[in-house]
């Protein structure tokens, strides 16, 4: 049976005035049912475009899918029409954005919005949207739901919009749910609200997640398998526990080390990353992360290396991740672990 | 000897309903409320907290970037909040801050040399050309060429940009700086190379920090007292050790709970408080202990009624709460699981309409 959701070799560019960029540029991973999916990367790598692009949302022109593929449950959503596309969007595949102020609209009310969805895929009358509307706002744990669904949503706090949000994509019961930083613009009190409430969901509705961020906290706190991305390329697939504990690429292990933490004293240094990311219009040769990396050698500079298994389930994209020695020099194998 | 600056009952009111729109409501909001801490020369004190507790507008009372509506702030011993004309610019070149957003903090219309000679220019020092030679040697001290001293802000990228806005606050010397949520807007990789920079800086130009954030790993790493604040409030005051690893007061618990760590492992391992609800609406703070709506280990009807004074629980580390350590979070804890169930909203008394923004 083929998985819920393959992402196989995805290359997503922009051609712009002042050049093609690369931004997403191979990106490949599998999701089942009920599993959560974290994706890591810093701000430029390309996590919300292969979002947006599981979603078709990115506008074409600038945007083009030069190569890969998109299935879900064995079909290739590139090759759908339109109107199928939209079919799926919102019903079997939803999104939360990062941002519930400016991605729900301040002129409808919030039980309108919620009922939209069920309205345009489920053929339900107002009322009974309205209804459903309702309940899923309790579900989401909203106090008073049926009087808070009169509400416009610069009634309601961040955290309960971002409730509301939650609420909307939840509407048609979808098999996937991509979250695009969905606790960047909240309180860390508030995003432990929201993370529990996806658990939740997951739990009683059985669908899978995928969960963008760039905190490796909430990552490590709700995925159980990870992706981490740089410069628009997969650099390092695989369960939670593994890449945390033994990552296999040096800009995961950068990552890591340049990570302070509250729950132990590190004293003295980070050790950051050197450098800056890389313009994605003006990629380096080779590897991209090779002008950051500590451990790059001359066949780093010249020949890009691809993903591939190293352990079972772990892959990464680094020529050197199959030498052991080399795993060895990595900070993390002294200690055995972070 | 005596502190660098010392804060005593610090209080700032903002009035809500000055404007036509708003007028119906005059109402006051407290961002900053009897707020009493003191910072020792070379020390980096840590404010803490979630938005809207306060911790900006207590940095922008220490630098005068807002009058404080009462209280104490002395700085070497002068009383700050008394200074005028020539006496307080003195006193800026002393203090100085830096921002957040190193996009909007940078006047894009200036070059990085006009932005960095500014306020020697501002103070009267040096000629045109001994400046220009202060500021290329301060854009090579934070890391940066000198020649980039002719670049404009948006040919960078948002770590440069920063450089160049801790540079800028270097350029008079000052004693001690403000820094307000310096590396929130980076990446982890940029945001580690800033945080050794203001390290290396410190020690280089003995500067004494005050260090306003809302990470607590960052929090950690960098500062040697940490003082947590929730809704205009100091709730706790302490050592860096202390406060981490045997927090006193149950916000900076669930606090800390609530921060996932980066070790998948370990985070299933850690146990969770998940707080109910929202922080309150400034303007309708909760009575007694302001935290006392969200509190897992609440007793009625004294958090509801009596406000905890700030108290000695161990040498150096103060806190605010009626039953700080008398008998362990964990007897009140909730589980992760069944926090939703319990009642997941019950302790909501936010006003969410009237909230007026992000006091932070």
């Known amino acids: 049976m083929p998985p819920l959701m393959e992402v196989d070799d995805l290359r997503m560019h922009f051609f712009t005035r002042d050049g093609v960029v690369k931004a997403v540029d191979g990106v490949s991973f599998a999701l089942e049912a009920g599993q959560t999916l974290g994706m890591v990367g810093e701000s430029g790598s390309g996590k919300s475009v292969t979002a947006l692009s599981l979603m078709r949302l990115v506008p074409e022109p600038p945007g083009k899918v030069v190569s890969g593929d998109i299935r879900f449950k064995g079909e290739s959503i590139l090759r759908m029409s339109e109107k199928e596309q939209g079919r799926l969007r919102g019903d079997r595949i939803a999104m939360i954005f990062q941002d519930p102020m400016t991605s729900l609209n301040p002129v409808h009310r919030i039980g309108r919005q919620i009922a939209e969805p069920l309205r345009l895929h489920k053929g339900a009358s107002k009322k009974e949207a309205w209804g459903a509307a309702v309940e899923l706002l309790a579900q989401v744990g909203i106090p008073q739901p049926a009087e808070r669904a009169w509400d416009y949503p610069h009634e309601f706090s961040g955290g309960m919009r971002q409730r509301a949000m939650i609420a909307m994509a939840l509407a048609c019961d979808p098999e996937v749910l991509i979250a695009d930083e969905p606790t960047t613009a909240l309180d860390v009190t508030i995003q432990a609200q929201i993370l529990e409430l996806m658990r939740e969901i997951q739990a009683r509705t059985g669908s899978a997640i995928i969960m963008i961020s760039h905190d490796l906290g909430v990552v490590a706190d709700i995925a159980d398998h990870v992706l981490v991305m740089y410069a628009g390329k997969a650099v390092e697939f695989g369960a939670a526990d593994e890449v945390f504990c033994r990552p296999l690429h040096p800009y995961t292990w950068g990552l890591l080390e340049s990570l302070p933490r509250h729950d132990a004293d590190d004293g003295g240094r980070l050790s950051p990353i050197k450098g800056q990311p890389p313009s994605l219009i003006n990629l380096p040769s080779g590897c991209a992360f090779s002008p950051r990396c500590a451990y790059a050698t001359e066949r780093c500079c010249s020949e890009a290396p691809h993903l591939v298994e190293i352990d079972s389930g772990h892959s990464s994209a680094c020529h050197f991740s199959a030498d052991k020695d080399f795993l060895n020099r990595s900070p993390h194998s002294a200690t055995g672990k972070l | 000897m005596a502190a660098l600056l010392q804060v005593e009952g610090l209080t700032k009111h903002f009035r809500v309903g000055q404007g036509v729109i708003l007028s119906h409501m005059n109402k006051t909001v407290k961002a900053v409320d009897d707020v009493s801490f003191a910072v020792e020369q070379g020390e980096t004190l840590g404010l803490v907290g979630e938005s809207g507790c306060g911790k900006s507008t207590t940095g922008r009372c220490i630098n005068r970037l807002l009058e404080a509506t009462s209280g104490k702030i002395e700085f070497e011993g002068v009383d700050v909040r008394r200074l005028r004309g020539k006496r307080l610019r003195v006193y800026r070149r002393d203090v100085q801050f830096i921002f957040q957003d190193p996009y909007a903090s940078l006047n894009p219309r200036m070059t990085f040399g006009e932005i960095m000679a500014e306020p020697l220019v501002i103070h009267g020092f040096g000629t045109r050309r001994e400046r220009e030679q202060r500021c290329k040697e301060m854009l090579a001290v934070v890391g ?100 981490y690893s045997s927090p006193h007061h149950p916000y900076t618990e669930s606090l800390l709970s609530a921060a996932p760590v980066p070790d998948p492992q370990k985070q299933r391992a850690r146990s969770r408080i998940i707080l109910r609800g929202d922080v309150p609406d400034p303007m309708y703070p909760p009575t007694g202990c302001r935290f006392h709506t969200r509190c897992p280990i609440a007793r009625f009807p004294i958090c509801s009624e009596e406000e905890p004074p700030l108290r000695s629980v161990a040498s150096g580390h103060e806190t605010a709460c009626h039953f700080a350590k008398a008998f362990p979070i964990s007897a009140g804890r909730m589980t992760s699981g069944d926090a939703h169930q319990q009642d997941p909203f019950g302790g909501f008394d936010g006003r969410p309409g009237g909230n007026l923004g992000d006091f932070s």
């Open chain 2, 144 to 243: 940066l060429s000198p020649e980039h001293i002719h670049r404009y802000p948006h040919e960078f990228s948002g770590g440069q940009r920063q450089r160049v806005g801790i540079a800028r606050s270097l350029m008079l010397r000052p004693k001690m700086i403000v820094c307000d949520e310096p590396v929130s807007a980076l990446d982890v990789s940029i945001q580690a190379q800033i945080i050794n920079l203001l390290d290396e800086l410190q020690k280089e130009f003995g500067l004494t920090y005050l260090f306003i954030a809302h990470d607590l790993a960052v929090v950690r790493h960098i500062c040697d007292r940490v003082a947590v604040m929730y809704l205009g409030k100091i709730v706790e005051l302490g050592g860096r050790q202390e406060v």
